[in-house]
């Protein structure tokens, strides 16, 4: 029985979610205009109970097993999938059911609060099979191209709904200082004006100018703040630094992310001066919050919450009161949730600032017509790995490469020669081409999913009548017009990636000598998450070309090769002539890297 004054607001509440569409996964009439999304928000806020409230701000990962009937008994506000959590079917069709059967789920609850659901599409909707994967966001650094981030951003954002997700924990904006750290590739490069111009580009590509078009995501800027100065580029490190290089270095992204309406941020396991900042109030709220204005909601990053000192309910409290509104638990979600419940009813944790955590988590939904347009657009579903997606990412490709070395304007190569022999372990995988955060969180080496080699990018290129020999060792060289050798890094990702030498491997030292021991004129190409220690083999190369981890589209590569299209990439790092020059960077009291940032050859 509702009584009267229930009634008023269960009838404005009602209009203002429109919850007569919610049942049908297609009709989705226009949100009622009547209310402004403040006033939305309010009305349904004054409904929630604090169990109701504490769910909208829980996250758990759909893979925990009882997930639909968690969904309901806790009325979680969201879900994730991490790296690699996929549903049996891999498929976009696979994706797009598994997400309508969990908002289905999320209706199913009093209030019928949609989800939200996050994933890490960094580098495309890469936890699909099948999906376009672009280069990572150093080779889109390299681009120098805001224009051309955003259109990868845009295109990402339609692989993404087109399977029903609506969330990525991207950009990753960090800045990173030290290229030991494991997550360099994250960052668009080493320089805070780089970084502020494509996190803009970026937020606007995947949320668009309103995020509540059908093919719009929302983005999250990561991770909060200072990720990737830590000392050492030790991941989940300490960042030490005085707070005026702090914000100057770190700071003009979020700047960028938060002007473009930036939907979500994502704190970082890293410290500054030895405070976590995932327990920073000063960070998290004083500065994010109230100095930048940022309107969206902070989550927290993987169990993050987790890693602050004094017990797990001590670490809820210090994390939620610093200004972390929703958390990333993601698996023991019941001790999450009774430990909040605790700390409230013990006015640790403000009512006002739950309050405050669930507004956000509510403005953003219905900012992003989660209420009105609850279920997958299926017709988005089979643009996913199109070619038209395929084609911009190739662009990206293409326009991400940078050229280091060039004697004699060796290149471009000619597409009638007799015969190329292509060496190196990162020729023909493509696992090694898109690195980590591929398919499964760490990436791996082989056929990992749909796309096209280096290899096979040169093959697709010359002439009839050019053979095109292979060899992983770097045998059967002899007698070729000119050696390509594709040389660099396996995939990893996050601290896994952490190197104290970046040094090339054994066996990539031993391809390049047994192919510059035949005297073939030799093309050296570098495929990796980082500029590495390269010095000796760039100087008996006569042309040296660095890929990043260029994605699906190898092709791109070979135009560059071929001169279908002349380089233009520009370094977004300095490149280090040894080990013991590492961190250099841009502005260091003595610089003298063995290439400057900025630097990028072109064809005469
Ligand atoms: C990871 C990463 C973060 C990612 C999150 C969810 O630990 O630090 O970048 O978004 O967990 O996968």
């Known amino acids: 029985m509702i009584r009267p004054f229930h009634m008023r607001w269960f009838l404005l509440v009602t209009a203002a979610l429109g919850l007569a569409c919610a049942e049908s996964p297609t009709a989705a009439p226009e949100p009622p205009t009547a209310l402004t999304l403040d006033e939305r928000v309010d009305s349904?806020?004054?409904?929630?109970?604090?169990?109701?409230?504490?769910?909208?701000?829980?996250?758990?990962?759909?893979?925990?097993?009882?997930?639909?009937?968690?969904?309901?008994?806790?009325?979680?506000?969201?879900?994730?999938?991490?790296?690699?959590?996929?549903?049996?079917?891999?498929?976009?069709?696979?994706?797009a059911d598994?997400?309508?059967?969990?908002?289905?789920?999320?209706?199913?609850?009093?209030?019928?609060?949609?989800?939200?659901?996050?994933?890490?599409?960094?580098?495309?909707?890469?936890?699909?099979?099948?999906?376009?994967?672009?280069?990572?966001?150093?080779?889109?650094?390299?681009?120098?191209?805001?224009?051309?981030?955003?259109?990868?951003?845009r295109v990402?954002?339609?692989?993404?709904?087109?399977?029903g997700i609506d969330w990525t924990f991207a950009p990753c904006i960090a800045v990173p200082r030290d290229e030991r750290w494991g997550r360099t590739y994250e960052g668009f490069g080493e320089t805070p004006d780089l970084t502020?111009?494509?996190?803009?580009?970026?937020?606007?590509?995947?949320?668009?100018?309103?995020?509540?078009?059908?093919?719009?995501?929302?983005?999250?800027?990561?991770?909060?703040?200072?990720?990737?100065?830590?000392?050492?580029?030790?991941?989940?490190?300490?960042?030490q630094l005085d707070e005026l290089t702090m914000?100057?270095?770190?700071?003009?992204?979020?700047?960028?992310?938060?002007?473009?309406?930036?939907?979500?941020?994502?704190?970082?396991?890293?410290?500054?001066?030895?405070?976590?900042?995932?327990?920073?109030?000063?960070?998290?709220?004083?500065?994010?919050?109230?100095?930048?204005?940022?309107?969206?909601?902070?989550?927290?990053?993987?169990?993050?919450v987790d890693q602050l000192p004094g017990g797990y309910e001590a670490a809820v409290e210090t994390a939620i009161n610093a200004g972390i509104d929703m958390v990333m638990v993601p698996i023991n979600i019941e001790l999450f949730i009774s430990s909040l419940r605790r700390l409230v009813n013990a006015n640790r944790v403000p009512m006002s600032r739950i309050d405050d955590a669930v507004r956000r988590i509510l403005r953003v939904k219905f900012q992003m017509g989660l209420f009105e347009r609850t279920f997958t657009d299926r017709a988005l579903t089979l643009a996913v790995g199109s070619?038209?997606?395929?084609?911009?990412?190739?662009?990206?490709?293409?326009?991400?490469?940078?050229l280091l070395k060039n004697d004699s304007s060796f290149l471009p190569l000619s597409k009638s020669l007799t015969r190329i022999h292509v060496a190196g372990k990162n020729a023909d995988d493509l696992g090694n081409q898109c690195g980590g955060w591929t398919i499964t969180w760490q990436g791996q080496s082989g056929a990992i999913t749909t796309g096209t080699t280096i290899l096979q990018g040169i093959r697709d290129a010359v002439s009839a009548n050019t053979s095109v020999t292979y060899s992983r060792d770097g045998s059967g060289a002899a007698g070729a017009d000119v050696a390509i050798v594709v040389l660099g890094e396996t995939p990893y990702a996050e601290m896994l990636g952490d190197r104290s030498d970046l040094n090339l491997t054994s066996e990539d030292l031993t391809t390049f000598t047994r192919v510059r021991a035949t005297g073939v004129p030799t093309v050296l190409v570098l495929v990796s998450g980082r500029p590495m220690i390269v010095t000796d083999i760039a100087y008996a190369s006569n042309a040296f070309l660095a890929a990043w981890l260029p994605g699906t589209e190898g092709a791109g590569v070979a135009d560059v090769l071929f001169g279908d299209y002349h380089p233009t990439g520009i370094l977004s790092h300095s490149w280090p002539r040894a080990m013991n020059q590492v961190p250099v960077n841009v502005g260091d009291p003595y610089y003298d890297p063995l290439f400057p940032v900025g630097f990028g050859l072109h064809y005469e």
Not at 387 to 402: L, N, Y
């Open 387 to 402: 070619a038209a997606h395929r084609a911009v990412a190739r662009q990206a490709v293409r326009k991400s490469i940078v």
């Open 44 to 95: 349904l806020v004054a409904l929630m109970t604090l169990d109701e409230k504490i769910g909208q701000m829980t996250q758990a990962e759909r893979s925990r097993g009882s997930i639909e009937l968690d969904i309901r008994t806790y009325t979680l506000g969201s879900l994730l999938s991490g790296g690699g959590s996929a549903p049996a079917d891999n498929s976009p069709g696979g994706w």
């Open 196 to 239: 502020w111009t494509m996190a803009g580009a970026a937020v606007r590509g995947l949320q668009g100018t309103d995020v509540r078009g059908g093919e719009r995501i929302v983005a999250c800027a990561k991770h909060f703040l200072g990720d990737g100065g830590t000392t050492g580029g030790d991941d989940q490190g300490n960042t």
């Open 98 to 153: 598994m997400y309508d059967r969990y908002q289905q789920a999320a209706l199913q609850t009093r209030l019928r609060i949609p989800l939200i659901y996050g994933i890490d599409a960094v580098h495309g909707h890469n936890n699909v099979r099948g999906a376009v994967i672009m280069p990572h966001n150093i080779g889109l650094g390299c681009t120098n191209d805001a224009a051309l981030v955003e259109e990868v951003g």
């Open 156 to 163: 990402v954002a339609r692989e993404v709904a087109g399977t």
């Open 247 to 304: 914000r100057g270095l770190h700071l003009p992204g979020y700047l960028a992310a938060v002007q473009a309406g930036v939907g979500t941020v994502m704190a970082s396991y890293s410290s500054w001066n030895g405070q976590k900042m995932h327990g920073s109030r000063y960070w998290l709220t004083d500065v994010l919050k109230v100095e930048l204005g940022f309107k969206g909601f902070v989550v927290s990053d993987w169990q993050g």
